[in-house]
């Protein structure tokens, strides 16, 4: 087996053994990138330098006894996280220059766990999709079938560590966008309780929904690596007080006795019969384990998608006011300061985020603020509320994670209503800031689909630890898709 093929948890005790070290792992890594990521498309930057310089440091630790459960283990970032010194462009051409002169938090975090950063991996320009088509640079491809999407917004991030490019990855997630993607790739994408991550240095999306979190072939790398960068930073004003997560019992939890609230609008006609199976058949699996679920009516996610698509448009659309050709990335000249800024804005923003961008404004202008906006927040308090009120009799909240696996590229540029529903199951947990997990549950046409755990504000440790004994109740744990 070769070193691309050990989780990061098996990756990390090889190191500590000093079976092998941290530059070896990288550069196996970074060989296997070279290789192979033509197939894949997952990363818009290598930076081979970088890695070995921090898999260096890494090793120092490793050498004087110190470092954390991470130490030389790599990771890739989605593209959208800010890295001193190393480009940033967002997946979009009005970036393609920037260089950011400072690191993320999470980035400031990952260097003092000793985690090398390989690189950034490509996604739907400015975190704006659900298929990682919309990047300005090309569609990132699913290691399960490389026809097919690997899912949005972070698909660069998602196909990198099913493909074996990164045993570790972080991608952002504003309405589904790292675990979509973990679903139909076939690995675990966690999104955090609002708060618990900074997003200092992450581009802003939708800043009220923004979080970033980690992806992993199993729920204990991923765990891992959410403890790894989580934790109060006073250069974000939205960072919980004691925010930092802890893995430390992660192991330790069992389903017997565990309660599960089933959504009926969650397993309703919209999701594919057999992604709908599927997630049965586990559910199945999981009773004779132990666990219990009940169906449950949560009757706002009716009204999930176009919330969203009110909200975080406004959001964007205030967020991408600075991208104007004069402060970052490269300019187009026009007539006068107007002309400047209608030019570089007209020709480097891609369609789906100018349409994001006239969406929102829309929905702030004076006439239809109340009408669109107000009205959405209100309906995001109430869907917040009807999840709070079912943690109070159940565990978490169970359902697909997507409601299709993974789909022809190309396949849905004429039925963008229909790529827009696919963060159906997801913008819930968004909209209430609740921590919320996916991890494989098995296959429907070959192809992985994704089961959906969400919890109480808060309850990331929880939550993390129900994951582990789903993951391990069903008797699954990495599986591999059709790679070399």
Same mark, same amino acid.
């Given at each position: ?18 079976? *092998? ?5 990288? $550069? ?20 081979? !330098? ?45 970036? $393609? ?27 739907? !320009? ?14 990132? &491809? ?56 900074? &997003? ?35 250069? $974000? ?39 709908? !199976? ?74 789906? *985020? =100018? ?21 959405a927040q209100q309906v995001r308090a109430l ?20 409601? *299709? ?14 790529? =827009? ?15 919320s997990i996916s991890l494989p549950c098995g296959l429907s ?33 990495? &599986? ?5």
């Open positions: 087996m070769s070193l691309t093929q050990l989780n990061a948890t098996e990756l990390a005790r090889s190191l500590r053994a000093r079976e *092998v070290s941290a530059r070896e792992v990288v $550069d196996a890594f970074l060989s296997r990138i070279e290789s192979e990521d033509a197939h894949y498309k997952s990363f818009l930057t290598v930076d081979a !330098e970088g890695a070995r310089r921090d898999a260096d440091a890494a090793q120092a630790l490793l050498d004087n006894g110190k470092g954390g459960p991470l130490t030389g283990v790599p990771v890739a970032l989605k593209d959208n996280i800010s890295t001193n010194g190393l480009r940033t462009t967002c997946a979009s051409k009005i970036l $393609d220059t920037y260089v950011p002169p400072f690191d993320a938090h999470v980035v400031e975090r990952l260097h003092a766990a000793g985690c090398p950063v390989l690189g950034k991996t490509n996604l739907d !320009e400015f975190a704006m999709g659900a298929s990682c088509e919309n990047s300005a640079y090309f569609p990132s &491809r699913n290691p399960w079938d490389t026809d097919l999407v690997p899912g949005g917004s972070s698909g660069g991030s998602a196909a990198a560590v099913s493909a074996e490019l990164a045993p570790l990855s972080l991608g952002s997630d504003t309405g589904g966008s790292i675990r979509q993607p973990a679903s139909l790739c076939g690995i675990v994408g966690f999104k955090p309780t609002y708060g618990r991550v900074s &997003r200092y240095g992450l581009v802003a999306f939708g800043s009220s929904l923004d979080q970033i979190g980690p992806m992993g072939r199993n729920v204990e790398d991923t765990a891992l690596l959410a403890e790894a960068i989580s934790g109060h930073d006073a250069m $974000d004003s939205t960072s919980l007080p004691n925010a930092a997560i802890s893995a430390a019992e992660v192991k330790q939890g069992t389903l017997k006795g565990k309660k599960f609230a089933l959504p009926k609008e969650l397993f309703a006609d919209e999701i594919d019969a057999g992604v709908r !199976e599927c997630v049965e058949l586990a559910i199945e699996t999981l009773t004779r384990e132990g666990a219990q679920f009940q169906e449950v009516s949560l009757p706002s996610i009716a009204y999930g998608v176009t919330t969203y698509y009110i909200i975080a448009p406004a959001e964007a659309s205030s967020n991408l006011a600075r991208f104007d050709g004069i402060r970052f990335g490269p300019r187009l000249e026009g007539e006068g300061h107007i002309g400047n800024v209608a030019e570089t804005r007209g020709k480097l923003f891609g369609p789906e *985020v =100018k349409l994001r961008i006239m969406v929102g404004t829309y929905a702030l202008s004076a006439g239809y603020y109340d009408a669109y906006y107000l009205r869907m917040a509320a009807e999840f709070e009120q079912s943690f109070q009799e159940f565990d978490a909240v169970l359902s697909p994670t997507s409601p *299709v696996v993974a789909f022809p590229i190309g396949g849905l540029v004429d039925d963008p209503m229909q790529l =827009k529903l696919i963060d159906f199951c997801t913008i819930p947990a968004n909209m209430g800031g609740f921590p046409n070959d192809l992985p689909v994704g089961m959906l755990l969400t919890g109480p504000v808060m309850g990331d440790e929880k939550l993390l630890q129900t994951a582990y004994s789903v993951e391990r109740g069903l008797g699954r744990d990495y &599986r591999r898709p059709p790679i070399l």
